[in-house]
């Protein structure tokens, strides 16, 4: 399709959209490596006290505030070892999501069919997540890893030079 080849507006764009996605995938990758590092360095106590914190102020006027009480009753619950694996999963997890988005920024070759492994891996894990506790955040993380797969091999036709192109007619 020469509308998609890079010389063409909209192969422009979906240039642009690239790299916009790359700079929102690099966001959410930092938040997620960053909140990893906080929950492994926090003492198991300090999530039901920030827990504790945050809601204090909504009890005191509603008791029944159904947010409120479900983030206390998580917190209650939040052990220490479910502290630990979503501090390990939410850094290594961001962290490699960090790198490959960093290879991708810099052009490395390699990395856009391993991004396209390691996010097709997330994409199936982030649908049996779905299928467990059907989270619409899920679906919207695994929408967005989905267009940026698209994206991605796109991004990598292009730098190796497979534009596909109609026949020519004779």
Known sequence: MRLLAPDTRLGRF???VFEASLMLKA????????SGLALLGLPGSAVLRVA???TQHELAEYPKDAIANALLHAAQHFS????????FYFTSHGALK??????????VLWA???AIVLLTAFVTYQLYLWSLHHAVSMLLLTVLDLV??????REWYVRHGFVIRPPRQE
């Open 14 to 16: 979906l240039h642009w």
């Open 27 to 34: 966001l959410f990758a930092a938040a997620e490596t960053l």
């Open 52 to 54: 504790q914190w945050l």
């Open 80 to 87: 220490i070892e479910t502290q630990s694996f979503y501090g």
């Open 98 to 107: 960090l790198m490959v988005v960093i290879l991708l920024m810099r052009g």
């Open 112 to 114: 856009y069919p391993g």
């Open 148 to 153: 940026v797969i698209a994206l991605t091999l």
